[in-house]
């Protein structure tokens, strides 16, 4: 073995040991560690659960943040219900409402967000396809492009078509059974998406068909939709290429949020997805981040309510994201009214991430998370990332199911919308 | 036209030129690194068991940002370069500890948070837009501008070419009483209203000194903004871009050397009245404090013909009502009163007070005002120092360090170019291409409180 693979067994046996010790707690908390979204104890209960695939025992919080507001002030009625069976209570959830197309179900009301490839190591884009592979769920590409290694797992991967079309060729829309429309994100709303000059390697410069070393920007919006009418043109595209691919329509969270979510609907879209103001994965603007459009909290009452006074909200699923951390967040986002969740941060936490925020700078992620450096992206095991992100699902399937029991509800669809089990 | 005759174009589109102005003063580390030593000391000497005196592999680190990249390794390590990315406690925890800086959590005051001040001193020396990765880290919501979130459009907008340069969006504002029908008698009058490119001017700086008041008015001068000062001294560089606050001593000296805009004490009616015939062509502004009655002051002002409004909280950003409200609040009971009576375009106003981030700029827009001032603000991106509370106006707790004009003026013009920069950001998600539509646009705005109450409607409350 050559020092540089000594060197990265060494750093890689020593982080994955300090993220089985950690949250033990024998060295105490970490005084540097999260902040008020992401506090130090959940992102050790997330290691835990990630390394265990059970809720932490010692007392670690894994519920709530500490953020003032949001899913962290919501709370569960906690008397007066029937209990049943855990085990008897079902997690599952339909991906299409509608009577046409395909039907497709995942066993958990989550799937893995856009994350593109350039962006994040090939290794943790790995990891991630097949950890939603084995758990029959699906994660979607980001905008990055569809590299050659992710294909064996394309029955669960979601290609995504945003406006920077990097990477977007026929036979990527046609391996997707799910094909998704980035018209917004949580983390920029209202702005495209930026790839730093050096995160753009030979690798990733061939994946997005362009120059090496140079910054991609992607426009915003679409500049060939201008109006419902053209994002249904979009919709039809895609199902002409895929006839048996469902559409998903990604969308930010401004005022209207309600009416862009209709306007989807009487597109063709099939999965509404709406991304709060406050998630994200990607770099950007701090002043995007928490100043522009509203929390996911707020837009999913909105737009479920809407879409039900529309009548249409049993033909179109109401995916949301963007802040959701616990399996707390999963379940408060349902009772708020979505059918279920994507998520991203987590899954990178669940491989190391300390939410530092420094995944832009220099050589990129230290853990090899959000990076592109040959050194660091080999931190991250596709294996051992695989199962650390199947062991997170897993615990949260728990404490969903402990949830759900606790109010005598034996399928999670009968926790859409009911906001009368939450407290404030 | 004839080539001969032609004029060469002076068009030139409106851009701020940043370049870095390193601190001066020594800052801070956010992060404060340590290792207990008999451990590392014990955990070389193992490793060097373990990789039989590789060198290379037992001297390799954990930290990509050269901490421990000086002579004496983690034993001393380089505390200046940590960014907190913590995986050198995720390699040893038994050995490293991070965290936060006592001298880091002491900066500010109860206003000012260390974040807020080290956002500042950033801009001010790098001219760069802070970005980051894995979302947002703060707080939910909450008062004053942070429970208030900006619009973004999904679909029709200017693009985010604006952003890059290639849409044009105009970040310019107007100060002065805008023409409400042709006064064809006025037609070779001087213009009733003054054109600035960022809707920011430096308001009053809380404490100061002359190399501070110089830095402040060549930054006003090369950003073609304004500056204002109590001050009658005149200083070398020219009163051009000088908003003085005028009392009865100082009325005779600008009737000499005349300034575009004026302010005066809006509790001096008399002022008002010799100004207005003593400075015929300068845009009279009344500068007052908000309180609960400010709505009805500002109406009554607007009416007796004053051209604009500096409506000014504390330097917290509370108003001066016997319950103190943040600037947000009162601000729109003034903008709505105004709008109420028919009067709001016949003033411009002028918010300050609690104007510390770039964000703040857009938002108090949208509550009403046409443009801001800062203060404190402008002492922070100076390096002056925190001696205790910053809120009150006559009193504020702040040192003014020695500085060169010239450094202090790029810091700010660092600055108002990174806060333009986040302006144009916030108008290309709204889709807007001027910020004079932002004005009073609160539909293009969402309440925390509102929210809250309209999407956690039936959700009970925890006995
Ligand atoms: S740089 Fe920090 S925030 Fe970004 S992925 Fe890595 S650990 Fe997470
Ligand atoms: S926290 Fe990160 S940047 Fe700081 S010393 Fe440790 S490894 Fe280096």
Redesign the pocket.
């Given at each position: 073995m050559g020092n540089l693979e000594l060197i990265v067994e060494k750093h890689s046996e020593r982080i994955h040991h300090g993220l089985e010790v950690l949250p033990t707690l024998r060295h105490g908390l970490p005084a540097g560690l999260g902040n008020k979204r992401w506090t130090a104890e959940l992102i050790l209960a997330t290691y835990e659960m990630a390394l265990t695939g059970e809720l932490p025992k010692n007392g670690l919080e894994y519920k709530t943040g500490d953020s003032g507001g949001g899913f962290d002030v919501l709370g569960w009625k906690n008397n007066g219900f029937a209990k049943i069976d855990q085990n008897t209570v079902d997690l599952s959830i339909e991906l299409n409402k509608r009577e046409e197309g395909r039907k497709i179900e995942i066993p958990l009301p989550i799937y893995g967000g856009g994350m593109s490839f350039g962006s994040i190591s090939l290794n943790f884009m790995l990891a991630r396809a097949r950890a939603a592979k084995k758990i029959g769920t699906y994660m979607s590409t980001g905008e990055g492009g569809y590299p050659d290694a992710i294909v064996p797992y394309r029955d669960h991967v979601i290609t995504q078509v945003a406006t920077g079309m990097f990477g977007v060729r026929e036979e990527t829309i046609q391996y997707a059974p799910i094909v998704e429309f980035k018209y917004a994100q949580g983390a920029k709303p209202g702005l495209g998406g930026h790839l730093l000059a050096d995160k753009v390697t030979s690798e990733v410069a061939k994946m997005r068909e362009s120059s090496m070393f140079t910054s991609l920007y992607s426009p915003f919006p679409f500049h060939s939709v201008y109006s419902v009418e053209d994002h249904k043109k979009h919709v039809d595209w895609i199902k002409t290429v895929n006839p048996r691919a469902l559409v998903s329509v990604k969308v930010s969270t401004p005022t209207d949020v309600d009416m862009v979510a209709i306007g989807s609907y009487y597109a063709g879209a099939n999965i509404i997805h709406i991304d709060g103001g406050y998630g994200g994965?990607g770099a950007a603007p701090e002043i995007a981040k928490k100043n522009i459009a509203m929390p996911i909290e707020y837009a999913i009452p909105k737009v479920h309510d809407y879409l039900v006074s529309e009548g249409v909200r049993d033909q179109v699923v109401l995916i949301a994201s963007g802040g959701i951390r616990t399996a707390d967040d999963i379940a408060k986002v349902i009772a708020l009214g979505a059918d279920g969740c994507v998520v991203a941060t987590a899954e990178?936490?669940a491989v190391?991430?300390?939410?530092?925020?420094?995944?832009e700078?220099g050589r990129?992620?230290?853990?090899g998370?959000?990076?592109t450096d040959p050194e660091l992206s080999q931190f991250i095991d596709p294996e051992w990332g695989e199962t650390r992100i199947v062991n997170l699902f897993t615990a949260w399937s728990k404490r969903l199911r402990s949830i759900l029991a606790g109010f005598g509800l034996e399928s999670v669809r009968d926790l859409r919308g009911r906001r009368d089990l939450l407290v404030r | 036209m004839d080539s001969e005759t032609a004029k060469p174009s002076k068009y030139e589109r409106f851009k701020i030129e940043t370049k870095p102005a390193r601190h001066v003063y020594q800052i801070p580390n956010k992060f404060d690194v340590s290792a207990k030593k008999v451990r590392l000391a014990a955990m070389l000497v193992h490793e060097a068991f373990e990789y039989k005196l590789n060198k290379e592999v037992v001297l390799s680190r954990p930290c990509i940002y050269g901490v421990f990249g000086g002579r004496f390794g983690g034993f001393k390590p380089l505390k200046h370069k940590c960014v907190g990315?913590?995986r050198c406690v995720q390699e040893y925890p038994h050995i490293m500890t991070v965290k936060h800086s006592d001298s880091y959590k002491r900066l500010g005051d109860s206003f000012w948070t260390p974040e807020a001040v080290f956002t500042i001193w950033n801009e001010a020396s790098t001219g760069k837009i802070p970005v980051k990765?894995?979302g947002y880290k703060g707080a939910f919501g909450g008062e004053g501008f942070d429970g208030i979130w900006t619009d973004m459009s999904e679909i029709v907008r200017p693009t985010r070419d604006g952003v890059y340069g290639r849409e044009y969006i105009s970040t310019s504002v107007d100060v002065g009483r805008k023409p409400t029908s042709v006064d064809f008698n006025k037609i070779d009058r001087a213009p009733s209203t003054v054109e600035i490119p960022v809707p920011i001017i430096f308001d009053k700086v809380p404490v100061g000194n002359g190399p501070i008041r110089s830095a402040v008015g060549m930054a006003a001068e090369k950003l073609g903004t304004f500056y204002i000062s109590r001050s009658r001294t005149p200083f070398d560089f020219g009163p051009a871009n000088l908003i003085p606050i005028v009392d009865e001593e100082t009325i005779q000296d600008l009737v000499e050397r005349p300034a575009a805009i004026v302010e005066y004490d809006a509790d001096r009616a008399d002022i008002f009245e010799k100004l207005r015939s003593a400075l015929p062509s300068s845009i009279v502004i009344a500068r007052l404090p908000l309180h609960e009655d400010s709505g009805t002051v500002a109406c009554k002002l607007a009416r007796e013909g004053v051209h604009g409004l500096h409506l000014y909280a504390d330097y917290h950003g509370q108003d001066y009502s016997k319950q103190p409200q943040h600037i947000s609040a009162s601000l729109k009971v003034v903008h709505q009163q105004l709008v109420k009576e028919g009067l709001r375009d016949q003033v411009t106003i002028i918010a300050s007070g609690g104007i510390t981030l770039a964000e703040h700029v857009p938002k108090a827009i949208i509550c009403g005002a046409d443009l801001v001032g800062i203060d404190t603000t402008v002492l922070v991106a100076l390096q002056a120092e925190f001696k205790g509370e910053t809120r009150d106006r006559t009193n504020c707790q702040m040192k003014p360090r020695e500085i060169d004009p010239e450094w202090g003026a790029q810091r700010l013009v660092n600055l108002m170019g990174v806060w333009h920069d986040q302006l144009i950001e916030i108008l290309s998600a709204m889709g807007m291409r001027d910020v004079r539509r932002l004005r009073g646009d609160i539909g293009r705005s969402m309440m925390d409180a509102e929210l809250r109450e309209q999407s956690f409607k039936g959700i009970a409350w925890a006995t």
């Amino acid at each position: 073995m050559g020092n540089l693979e000594l060197i990265v067994e060494k750093h890689s046996e020593r982080i994955h040991h300090g993220l089985e010790v950690l949250p033990t707690l024998r060295h105490g908390l970490p005084a540097g560690l999260g902040n008020k979204r992401w506090t130090a104890e959940l992102i050790l209960a997330t290691y835990e659960m990630a390394l265990t695939g059970e809720l932490p025992k010692n007392g670690l919080e894994y519920k709530t943040g500490d953020s003032g507001g949001g899913f962290d002030v919501l709370g569960w009625k906690n008397n007066g219900f029937a209990k049943i069976d855990q085990n008897t209570v079902d997690l599952s959830i339909e991906l299409n409402k509608r009577e046409e197309g395909r039907k497709i179900e995942i066993p958990l009301p989550i799937y893995g967000g856009g994350m593109s490839f350039g962006s994040i190591s090939l290794n943790f884009m790995l990891a991630r396809a097949r950890a939603a592979k084995k758990i029959g769920t699906y994660m979607s590409t980001g905008e990055g492009g569809y590299p050659d290694a992710i294909v064996p797992y394309r029955d669960h991967v979601i290609t995504q078509v945003a406006t920077g079309m990097f990477g977007v060729r026929e036979e990527t829309i046609q391996y997707a059974p799910i094909v998704e429309f980035k018209y917004a994100q949580g983390a920029k709303p209202g702005l495209g998406g930026h790839l730093l000059a050096d995160k753009v390697t030979s690798e990733v410069a061939k994946m997005r068909e362009s120059s090496m070393f140079t910054s991609l920007y992607s426009p915003f919006p679409f500049h060939s939709v201008y109006s419902v009418e053209d994002h249904k043109k979009h919709v039809d595209w895609i199902k002409t290429v895929n006839p048996r691919a469902l559409v998903s329509v990604k969308v930010s969270t401004p005022t209207d949020v309600d009416m862009v979510a209709i306007g989807s609907y009487y597109a063709g879209a099939n999965i509404i997805h709406i991304d709060g103001g406050y998630g994200g994965t990607g770099a950007a603007p701090e002043i995007a981040k928490k100043n522009i459009a509203m929390p996911i909290e707020y837009a999913i009452p909105k737009v479920h309510d809407y879409l039900v006074s529309e009548g249409v909200r049993d033909q179109v699923v109401l995916i949301a994201s963007g802040g959701i951390r616990t399996a707390d967040d999963i379940a408060k986002v349902i009772a708020l009214g979505a059918d279920g969740c994507v998520v991203a941060t987590a899954e990178a936490v669940a491989v190391g991430c300390t939410h530092c925020g420094n995944c832009e700078r220099g050589r990129g992620c230290q853990v090899g998370i959000t990076t592109t450096d040959p050194e660091l992206s080999q931190f991250i095991d596709p294996e051992w990332g695989e199962t650390r992100i199947v062991n997170l699902f897993t615990a949260w399937s728990k404490r969903l199911r402990s949830i759900l029991a606790g109010f005598g509800l034996e399928s999670v669809r009968d926790l859409r919308g009911r906001r009368d089990l939450l407290v404030r | 036209m004839d080539s001969e005759t032609a004029k060469p174009s002076k068009y030139e589109r409106f851009k701020i030129e940043t370049k870095p102005a390193r601190h001066v003063y020594q800052i801070p580390n956010k992060f404060d690194v340590s290792a207990k030593k008999v451990r590392l000391a014990a955990m070389l000497v193992h490793e060097a068991f373990e990789y039989k005196l590789n060198k290379e592999v037992v001297l390799s680190r954990p930290c990509i940002y050269g901490v421990f990249g000086g002579r004496f390794g983690g034993f001393k390590p380089l505390k200046h370069k940590c960014v907190g990315c913590m995986r050198c406690v995720q390699e040893y925890p038994h050995i490293m500890t991070v965290k936060h800086s006592d001298s880091y959590k002491r900066l500010g005051d109860s206003f000012w948070t260390p974040e807020a001040v080290f956002t500042i001193w950033n801009e001010a020396s790098t001219g760069k837009i802070p970005v980051k990765g894995m979302g947002y880290k703060g707080a939910f919501g909450g008062e004053g501008f942070d429970g208030i979130w900006t619009d973004m459009s999904e679909i029709v907008r200017p693009t985010r070419d604006g952003v890059y340069g290639r849409e044009y969006i105009s970040t310019s504002v107007d100060v002065g009483r805008k023409p409400t029908s042709v006064d064809f008698n006025k037609i070779d009058r001087a213009p009733s209203t003054v054109e600035i490119p960022v809707p920011i001017i430096f308001d009053k700086v809380p404490v100061g000194n002359g190399p501070i008041r110089s830095a402040v008015g060549m930054a006003a001068e090369k950003l073609g903004t304004f500056y204002i000062s109590r001050s009658r001294t005149p200083f070398d560089f020219g009163p051009a871009n000088l908003i003085p606050i005028v009392d009865e001593e100082t009325i005779q000296d600008l009737v000499e050397r005349p300034a575009a805009i004026v302010e005066y004490d809006a509790d001096r009616a008399d002022i008002f009245e010799k100004l207005r015939s003593a400075l015929p062509s300068s845009i009279v502004i009344a500068r007052l404090p908000l309180h609960e009655d400010s709505g009805t002051v500002a109406c009554k002002l607007a009416r007796e013909g004053v051209h604009g409004l500096h409506l000014y909280a504390d330097y917290h950003g509370q108003d001066y009502s016997k319950q103190p409200q943040h600037i947000s609040a009162s601000l729109k009971v003034v903008h709505q009163q105004l709008v109420k009576e028919g009067l709001r375009d016949q003033v411009t106003i002028i918010a300050s007070g609690g104007i510390t981030l770039a964000e703040h700029v857009p938002k108090a827009i949208i509550c009403g005002a046409d443009l801001v001032g800062i203060d404190t603000t402008v002492l922070v991106a100076l390096q002056a120092e925190f001696k205790g509370e910053t809120r009150d106006r006559t009193n504020c707790q702040m040192k003014p360090r020695e500085i060169d004009p010239e450094w202090g003026a790029q810091r700010l013009v660092n600055l108002m170019g990174v806060w333009h920069d986040q302006l144009i950001e916030i108008l290309s998600a709204m889709g807007m291409r001027d910020v004079r539509r932002l004005r009073g646009d609160i539909g293009r705005s969402m309440m925390d409180a509102e929210l809250r109450e309209q999407s956690f409607k039936g959700i009970a409350w925890a006995t």
